[in-house]
Every structure is written in structure tokens, then in C-alpha cells.
């Protein structure tokens, strides 16, 4: 079997994976999280790009799956753990027990463990067409990369209690709610309306602002895919359950 590795697709994933590498490199050793931000949105628009090519060239494959899994993992997985890291290790004190430091530092990296589980699970899980099940990895990446550039750019810090984010952010990750997905059927406003509005009021945000809003965008997201999840299934209850 003939596999094709250097298709349109293929490069778009890679160039994901290439500024997710240096995103990771940008944090950890240059320690400038306003690069990695940047970086993590670079990585998103080329992991968005590569699926709405392979499906515009019609050349999806086995091998871009695969890809498109192996380079979220590190430009989405492996990246907003390394933001977490300098976040709680610039918020430490520069005495503080060896035990906290290095205890917290391992326990960042759980984000990508997390990560994982994430993205093998939506290997496998033939229900995440149209909808998500748990936060996905671009959204959680996005959140911590913006945080570390409001720390970088305006000096905001959460301080230690940025590590409280790790099992909140880790939890919905592997989470059974249901979040709505940007990939549009069709344009019409009809059965798009959520993803509309969503859109239009992000727009709105990003422009008042600016790349602070990103994190609010985030929990905005979280917090009507889980309204939206919540009524469907008492809908689904009631019909399935009608009053005598």
C-alpha cells in the first residue's frame, strides 16, 4: 500500500506540530509566554486548516488521522502544561520548599497526561462528528497560552493558586459534557444559531479586550456547551419519560 505523506493536509498538521514544538521550546527555555501565545494560535489555525483542506481536496487519510493526533498532543497537550509550569514556578517564592516546587511542577504536567486521554479518546469515540464530549484540547491550550501572556504582558498572575486550575481544566477535558463544534452543515442561521451568536459575541470581546478576553471566551464556551448539554438531556428525560 502506497501512502502518501507530503499532501496539503499533511503539511498544514505538521506546520501545527512545528509551532506547537516551539511554542513549548519559547516557554520552557526562552521563558517568553507572549511568543508562545502566539505560537498556540499559529498551531490552531494550521490544526483547523488541515481538516477543512483534507475535505475541500477530498484526500482524506489514515495516516492524516493519525497525524492530526500526534501533533495535538504536543502543540495542545504538551504546550499549556509547560505555560502551567512557569506560571507556578514564577509564582513561587525563590525559597520555597523544594517538595512545593518540585511537587506542583510535576503536577502541571498532568494537563498533558489529560491531554492524551483527550485526544485518544476522540479516536476512538465515532459520536464527536458534530459535537465534542469534554473540553477540546485547542480550548484548553488557548486558555493557559492566554494566561501566560497576560502574566507576560500585563503582570497578571493568579499566583499559587494557579495550580487549582490543573484538575478543574484536566477534569473537563475527560468530562461527558457535550460541547457544540464550529464545523458548519451548512451556513444557513438555522441550526447554526448558537455557533452564530457565540461568534458574533466573541468578535465583540476580542475587540474591547484584546487577547485578554480569550480566557473569558474559554469559560463563555464551557459554560453554554454545559447549559446547552444539560437541557438536552432533560429533554431526551422528559420525552423518554412522558406524564400519564
Not at 491550550?141 to 502574566?151: D, E, S, V
Not at 444557513?188 to 465583540?204: D, H, M, P, Q, T
Not at 429533554?235 to 412522558?242: E, K, N
Amino acid at each position: 500500500m502506497k501512502i502518501k505523506l507530503f499532501t496539503i493536509p499533511n503539511l498544514l498538521t505538521l506546520s501545527s506540530l512545528l509551532c506547537g514544538s516551539f511554542a513549548a521550546v519559547s516557554a520552557l527555555v526562552y521563558h517568553d509566554l507572549e511568543l508562545t501565545f502566539w505560537l498556540t494560535v499559529a498551531a490552531g489555525v494550521f490544526d483547523y486548516c488541515d481538516g477543512f483542506a483534507a475535505r475541500l481536496l477530498k484526500c482524506p487519510s489514515a495516516i492524516g488521522v493519525q497525524l492530526d493526533s500526534l501533533s495535538d498532543m504536543v502543540s495542545f497537550g504538551f504546550v499549556p502544561a509547560s505555560v502551567l509550569f512557569v506560571l507556578w514556578n514564577d509564582a513561587l517564592a525563590a525559597d520555597a520548599e523544594p517538595w512545593m516546587r518540585y511537587g506542583g511542577s510535576v503536577l502541571c504536567f498532568v494537563v498533558a497526561a489529560f491531554s492524551a486521554l483527550r485526544l485518544a479518546k476522540f479516536n476512538i469515540d465515532e459520536t464527536q462528528h458534530t459535537e465534542f464530549c469534554g473540553l477540546p484540547t485547542p480550548a484548553n491550550a488557548l486558555f493557559f497560552a492566554a494566561l501566560g501572556w497576560m502574566n507576560a504582558k500585563t503582570g497578571f498572575s493568579l499566583g499559587v493558586w494557579v495550580l487549582l486550575l490543573m484538575p478543574v481544566m484536566s477534569w473537563l477535558l475527560i468530562s461527558p459534557v457535550r460541547m457544540f463544534a464550529f464545523k458548519f452543515r451548512s451556513f444557513s442561521f438555522k441550526g447554526n444559531e448558537i455557533r452564530y451568536l457565540f461568534i458574533a459575541l466573541s468578535v465583540v470581546l476580542l475587540v474591547a479586550l484584546g487577547v485578554r478576553a480569550v480566557p473569558v471566551i474559554i469559560l463563555l464556551y464551557i459554560v453554554v456547551s454545559a447549559v446547552k448539554w444539560i437541557v438536552t438531556l432533560k429533554s431526551r428525560d422528559s420525552a423518554a419519560c412522558p406524564e400519564e
